[in-house]
T-cell receptor, first 113, second 113 residues
């Protein structure tokens, strides 16, 4: 079946450095991916999305890269701040008429002051 | 604008007891989802609904039932709780089928003794 997975359960970075969180997917027909941020004690929040007709998409301090050849996507956070400390999930929006999102396991980003 | 509201936020049950989690959204969204979150497992889809009066099974539906009698409400029921159902439950909704932006509630932490 389809799946998305993250490469590292935990990532620790120094405040001010750039962070890169990676995710792999298994289904070559997958065409829509989303990144979520979950702060402690809260529900996940949408960060940014990307469709398969794009290789790169930028938001405020965040960039998502999609490499369809190796079925890999990454979330880059520029100038990481303490408020970026959270669990980050990649998700795939399943094709069809259900609108279901399938989530990976999550990477915990720890920002050191 | 409250968004997605889940009740209760915390609950402790004994094995075999039943309970219902309520999810209410005030955004007039068609699509609603129940996920459970366990350590190291990410978010797993339990049941979902693509509109009022409809429900369908997700990845891990066993032991749960759902109802969507009104568009704004999505109820998750446990008929006979088991310790394996100890988890944090999240409800989410979205506006359009092709949107990857889910709006999540704050979660309901359930402990089954």
């Amino acid at each position: 079946g389809e799946s998305v997975g993250l490469h590292l359960p935990t990532l620790s970075v120094q405040e001010g450095d750039n962070s890169i969180i990676n995710c792999a997917y298994s289904n070559s027909a997958s065409d829509y991916f989303i990144w979520y941020k979950q702060e402690s004690g809260k529900g996940p929040q949408f960060i940014i999305d990307i469709r398969s007709n794009m290789d790169k998409r930028q938001g405020q301090r965040v960039t998502v890269l999609l490499n369809k050849t190796v079925k890999h996507l990454s979330l880059q956070i520029a100038a990481t701040q303490p408020g970026d400390s959270a669990v980050y999930f990649c998700a795939e929006n399943q094709r069809g008429n259900t609108g279901k999102l399938i989530f990976g396991q999550g990477t915990t980003l720890q920002v050191k002051p | 604008n409250a968004g997605v509201t889940q009740t209760p936020k915390f609950r402790v049950l004994k094995t075999g007891q039943s309970m219902t989690l309520l999810c209410a959204q005030d955004m007039n969204h068609e699509y609603m989802y129940w996920y459970r979150q366990d350590p190291g497992m990410g978010l797993r889809l339990i049941h979902y609904s693509v509109g009022e009066g409809t429900t369908a099974k997700g990845e891990v539906p066993d032991g749960y039932n759902v109802s969507r009698l009104k568009k704004q409400n999505f109820l998750l029921g446990l008929e006979s709780a088991a310790p394996s159902q100890t988890s944090v439950y999240f409800c989410a909704s979205k506006e359009r089928l092709d949107s990857g932006e889910l709006f999540f509630g704050e979660g309901s932490r359930l402990t089954v003794l």
